[in-house]
């Protein structure tokens, strides 16, 4: 099952997701032994992103047909539809990346597929972070929580709230683990800086727009 990335969502909360709904046993490629999302998302080997890339084709009207693929573009589309935005809006770059069957990875050039991005503005590692009215108001508009990449880098501040992000203080990768979990049940974290109970009324997107 392949899973498309949220409006503004960032690659850590992404590729978390994928993990979780895939079973893949690979946080350490994500969270490092501090709890903290890792500095670099270096070399993920493949195999740990196999089952959530799919080999079938993109068409231009943006429906998948079951025919085969006719360019290379037309063959990647988690890699050039879906990674490679999220990656960007991360603040990391997507020249170091290479999909299974890209040139590179064929040739022998890069030792492994996987994902090998240098960080632009990303803190270095960077804590977790997140605002308990927005992840309320996401599970409202999408039925799930998910991580917004305006919570990554230097930001301290939710945009869209005026309030101070939470930030998680794990100390090791299960407690980052367990946080997450939290998070995405619209469970406050040990240290939340306010409650949902202080949060504005829902901001819904389709009454907004
Ligand atoms: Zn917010």
Same mark, same amino acid.
């Given at each position: 099952?392949?899973?498309?990335?949220?409006?503004?969502?960032?690659?850590?909360?992404?590729?978390?997701?994928?993990?979780?709904?895939?079973?893949?046993?690979?946080?350490?490629?994500?969270?490092?032994?501090?709890?903290?999302?890792?500095?670099?998302?270096?070399?993920?080997?493949?195999?740990?992103?196999?089952?959530?890339?799919?080999?079938?084709?993109?068409?231009?009207?943006?429906?998948?047909?079951?025919?085969?693929?006719?360019?290379?573009?037309?063959?990647?589309?988690?890699?050039?539809?879906?990674?490679?935005?999220?990656?960007?809006?991360?603040?990391?770059? +997507?020249?170091? %990346?290479?999909?299974?069957?890209?040139?590179?990875?064929? =040739?022998?050039?890069?030792? &492994? !597929?996987? $994902?090998?991005?240098?960080?632009?503005?990303?803190?270095?590692?960077?804590?977790?972070?997140?605002?308990?009215?927005?992840?309320?108001?996401?599970?409202?508009?999408?039925?799930?929580?998910?991580?917004?990449?305006?919570?990554?880098?230097?930001?301290?501040?939710?945009?869209?709230?005026?309030?101070?992000?939470?930030?998680?203080?794990?100390?090791?990768?299960?407690?980052?683990?367990?946080?997450?979990? +939290?998070?995405? %049940?619209?469970?406050?974290?040990?240290?939340?800086?306010? =409650?949902?109970?202080?949060? &504005? !009324?829902? $901001?819904?997107?389709?009454?907004?727009?």
């Amino acid at each position: 099952m392949v899973l498309i990335p949220f409006p503004n969502e960032h690659i850590y909360s992404y590729l978390y997701r994928c993990y979780r709904v895939h079973g893949v046993k690979a946080m350490k490629t994500i969270i490092d032994d501090k709890g903290r999302f890792k500095q670099r998302l270096a070399l993920i080997d493949y195999k740990y992103v196999e089952s959530f890339v799919p080999n079938i084709p993109d068409s231009s009207a943006g429906v998948w047909l079951l025919r085969e693929p006719e360019t290379n573009a037309d063959r990647f589309l988690w890699w050039n539809r879906l990674l490679f935005p999220v990656m960007e809006r991360s603040g990391f770059d +997507r020249g170091g %990346l290479f999909g299974p069957k890209s040139r590179a990875v064929l =040739s022998g050039q890069v030792r &492994a !597929p996987g $994902l090998k991005v240098g960080t632009k503005w990303v803190n270095c590692p960077e804590e977790i972070r997140y605002c308990p009215c927005c992840v309320r108001d996401l599970i409202y508009n999408h039925g799930t929580a998910y991580l917004l990449a305006d919570w990554l880098g230097p930001s301290a501040v939710c945009k869209q709230h005026s309030i101070k992000l939470s930030v998680v203080n794990a100390q090791s990768r299960s407690e980052a683990i367990a946080a997450l979990e +939290r998070i995405f %049940l619209g469970e406050a974290t040990p240290s939340p800086i306010v =409650s949902t109970d202080d949060c &504005a !009324p829902i $901001l819904s997107e389709r009454l907004a727009s």
